[in-house]
Every structure is written in C-alpha cells, then in structure tokens.
C-alpha cells in the first residue's frame, strides 16, 4: 500500500442492543480488512447506555470514535403507546439537531466521505448531501425484509383488504410466499399510525445510494438475486454478511456469564436447548408458565433465559436499566426445585455467543430477531422458531419453511403456544429424523455462512469493492 490516504466515514446506529452492536461489529470488520479507514460513530440515546453495552463500545479498536449524542429525554416522547418502531425512530429524530452539530463539527477536522446509517436511523442520511458524503443504510435484518420493504408501497397501491384475509401467500420479490399475518407488525394494521409510518420509512429507504445488508447469498438467494439484479429499481444492494458479535467477551464476566458455561461445561454435547427471547423480548404470565411445564414435561435439559412476564412482547427492548424485578418469582411453583438437575434457569441476560458456541447447545428456541438468527446460522445450531414481534414472523418463516433448519411451534387461537405443543417442537428438533435433518441443514449453511466471510468470500470482497468506491473519492 502506497501513500493509503486514510478513509473517513460516520456512522448513526440505532436505537436498542440489535441495532448498535451489529452496526458496530461492522465497523470493526470494516477497519479490520482496511486500516486506512477511519470510523467515528455518532449514537443517538434514550436516558443512558446499558452496562452490557459499554463493555463492547471499550473493546473497539482505535480508529474507531464514538460518541454518544445528547440523551433523549424519555418524558419528551409522547406517552400513548407508540410501536416499537416508531419509538426507536422518534428518538434518532429529537437527536437530529445532536447530530447535524456532531457532523458539522467533525466535517470542519476531516472530509467525510460516507454516511452510513441503521435502518431505524434513516433520517439522519436527509444530512449526507449537506457534508457532501454519500448515504448508506445498514439494514440489521433479513434481506427478505429488506425485498419487502421495497415492495411494500406497491402491495399496499394494490390490495385493499387486511393482509392477514388475503386468501393466497404474498410473494415479495425472490422469497419464499409469506402469509398476510407472518408480514411485520407494522403491516397487520393498515388503519394504524404504524402502518403509515412505515409505509413512509420504506418510500424513505430509496434515497439512499446503497444499502449493506447483513445476509448472504446462500442464506437467502432468491431475495439477494431479486435485490442485486439490474434494473430492481432500487438503490445498490451489498450483502456484507453475516456480521455477529466476535472478540469480545459481551457477558461472560457480566451477571450470570460464569454460572452458564460453568453449567454447560458439565452437560453432555449437544444435549442442551437454549431458550432466549432476545435483547427485549417478554412472555405473558400464562405463557411463561405454558414454557416452564413445556421444557419441565420434555424431560430435556435447557438453559433458559427468563425475564420478567409482561403482556406487551417487547417491554424490555428500551429498558435502560439492569431490571430489578426478580423474574425468577413468575414461574410456576415449585418449578426450579423440580428441574434442577435437568435446567438452568438465568435472569434477563447470558452471554448468548458463548453459549451458542459451545458444545453442550444442540438447540436454540429463539424469537428470530434477526442477529440471533444468524449467530444460530454461524455455530450450526438448528432453532425453534417462536417469533414475537417486528418482521421476527418473516424470519420464522424463512429459516422454518424455507431454508428448513428450524420447527415452528402452532400458536393457538388465543395466541399461546401450550405445554404440549412445546413437548412435541422439542422432541422434534432434540430426538426425531426430522431433527437430525434440521441440524444437518443447519450445518451446510454455518459451512456457507464462514466461507461467506472468508479472505475471498462472497462478502469480504463486497465490502472491499465498496470501499474501493470511497477511496476514489478522497
Ligand atoms: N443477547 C445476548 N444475551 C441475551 C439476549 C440477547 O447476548 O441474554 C444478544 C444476542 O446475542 C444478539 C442480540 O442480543 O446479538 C439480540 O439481537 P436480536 O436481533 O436477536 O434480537 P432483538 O434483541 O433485536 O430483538
């Protein structure tokens, strides 16, 4: 390397654990491959960081900056109940004239040549054109809801009823048909604020000059081909994935890391099944209690991640404190006494990595948000797909019925998946043929899924091509 002018770009994360750290792994992937980059990272936040992220933003190397925006005051947000979509949005626009000042005072030091901005952090790119850098969004979820979201204002132009009464799938361009009611949350109600909201935000994801999105090709092939294909109609698209958490030891010395690999360490390989529900994700009582008995009658051993019960799925997706309330006390009585040898159960948080990584882990029954979906895709572990909110369905749907590594549990009509049911999905993925070609599935595409990120891989190169791109412009 000659004379390598350094590169310098910003970088606006999301709001919420899922969509800063992939952003942030990105960027380290990102200075990894090329050292002449340099990233400042510019947060925008609700109140104050949680702990688990601060250890992470301590790791990062040192041409990655990052700075933290003037906190959103929570009593500024409207107190209704808005979605979590809309939530996360509002608080990247109150931090808006943060940012622009941010930026402003960076551009002043260094030209900057890129924006790139989490797709709950759009807004932030209408400021690229003001510093002259060009926009990108980096898109936290599946490719498939990347294709849906460019095909939505068309869908809605053409269909006047409910998704969810539409009596064929919905076939977005190069995915598997989805039902009307696997479509993301903001898309169940078309009389709703959140609909119109995000109807706007997928108009709004045009504008960009490219987006990264964390996915490739073996994965998801038929959205990647219809997204990247001349004349899609929309702006370029780079699969730059799987992008995960690495290097950093995100908990095992936080909490109850120990107490977990301790654990695992003592289990028989791939005799364990793991069960999170994400960063945010919350069970009603009644279908906490419904889990418990489920993994009690199953007579498998699990690791379970339990919060405390709540009727909205998301209530612990912006809590910005380490929860107080004990959700040890919600479960059922005598629970804990009664599985002891067969369980372990860990408040609010476990190290999901590590745990995913380790031999013990023959199973994951996960909400699919879309970073466990692939951090269960890179350590070959065959999943339970119990999907909660925001597009987590169309995940479901896409590792269940299309790429067939994982066992969708039914839900009953008054939306609880019961003790049986759950007796029956574990036994499938833990005992059953079915199982056993669940997890060899699952292995083709971990195989698929490391080459992909390799020193000539699919993804490594695309994310070499785009920077070719910004080095030209220096
Ligand atoms: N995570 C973790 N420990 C937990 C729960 C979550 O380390 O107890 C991490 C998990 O590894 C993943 C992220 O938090 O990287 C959750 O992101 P995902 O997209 O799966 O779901 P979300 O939290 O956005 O609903």
Redesign the pocket.
């Known amino acids: 390397l000659d004379m390598e002018k350094t590169i310098h770009i910003a970088v606006v994360p999301g709001v ?4 800063l ?2 952003i942030l792994q990105f960027t380290k992937l990102l200075v990894h491959l090329h050292p002449f980059i340099h990233v400042t990272c510019l947060i925008p936040t609700l109140g104050s960081p949680p702990s ?1 992220l601060k250890t992470i933003l301590q790791t990062l190397p040192s041409n990655i900056n990052y700075t933290f925006l003037l906190p959103v005051d929570p009593n500024d947000l409207p107190q209704e109940t808005l979605t979590l979509e809309m939530k996360s949005q509002l608080i990247v626009t109150l931090s808006l004239p943060y940012l622009h000042q941010a930026l402003k005072s960076l551009a002043l030091r260094t030209p900057l040549v890129a924006l790139v901005a989490d797709s709950f952090a759009v807004e932030a790119l209408n400021f690229a054109k003001d510093f002259n850098m060009l926009s990108y969004i980096y898109f ?1 979820s599946a490719a498939t809801t990347l294709s849906f979201s460019f095909y939505f204002p068309k869908l809605d132009e053409e269909t006047s009823c409910e998704y969810r009464d539409l009596p064929e799938p919905i076939k977005i361009p190069g995915c598997i048909p989805l039902h009307g009611s696997d479509l993301l949350t903001p898309a169940q109600d078309r009389s709703s604020q959140a609909y119109k909201h995000f109807l706007q935000h997928s108009k709004s994801l045009c504008f960009a000059d490219g987006v990264l999105v964390n996915s490739f090709l073996e994965m998801e092939m038929g959205p990647i081909k219809a997204l990247t294909e001349e004349g899609s109609g929309n702006p370029a698209v780079y699969p730059i994935g799987p992008i ?2 690495t290097g950093t030891k ?2 095992s010395d936080v909490g109850n890391g120990k107490e977990c690999l301790t654990w695992l360490d003592k289990q028989k390989p791939c005799s364990v099944l793991y069960v ?6 919350t069970l009603s009582q009644e279908q906490t209690v419904e889990l418990a008995l489920g993994l009690e009658l199953s007579n498998h051993r699990f690791l379970w ?1 339990v919060r405390a019960p709540n009727n909205s799925a ?1 209530a612990a ?1 912006f809590s910005t404190q380490d929860d107080d309330v004990d959700p040890l006390k919600f479960l059922p009585s005598g629970f804990l006494e009664r599985t002891k040898e067969k369980g372990l159960v ?1 408040p ?6 590590q745990i995913l990584s380790h031999s013990s882990v023959g199973g994951f029954l ?8 692939l ?1 269960s895709v890179m350590h070959g572990v065959p999943l339970i797909t119990w999907p909660l ?2 597009e ?1 369905r169309m995940n479901a749907a896409l590792l269940s019925e299309g790429l067939k590594v994982g066992v969708r549990p039914r839900v009953n009509e008054n939306g609880i998946v019961e003790r049986v049911e759950i007796v029956k999905v574990i036994k499938c993925l833990m005992e059953e043929e079915e199982g056993r070609n669940l997890c060899n599935n699952m292995k083709e595409l971990k195989d698929a899924a490391i080459n992909a990120l390799k020193e000539n891989g699919p993804s490594t190169k695309t994310i070499y091509q785009l920077t070719l791109k910004w080095r030209n412009l220096v």
Do not use: K, L
């Open positions: 919420g654990f899922g969509h750290v992939p688990a936290t995960i958490q995100s908990g999170s529900f994400g960063s945010g994700g991640v998301n997706y860990i609010s948080w476990a190290p999901q990595i996960s909400h699919c948000g879309w970073n466990s979906c951090e909110f925001a987590q």
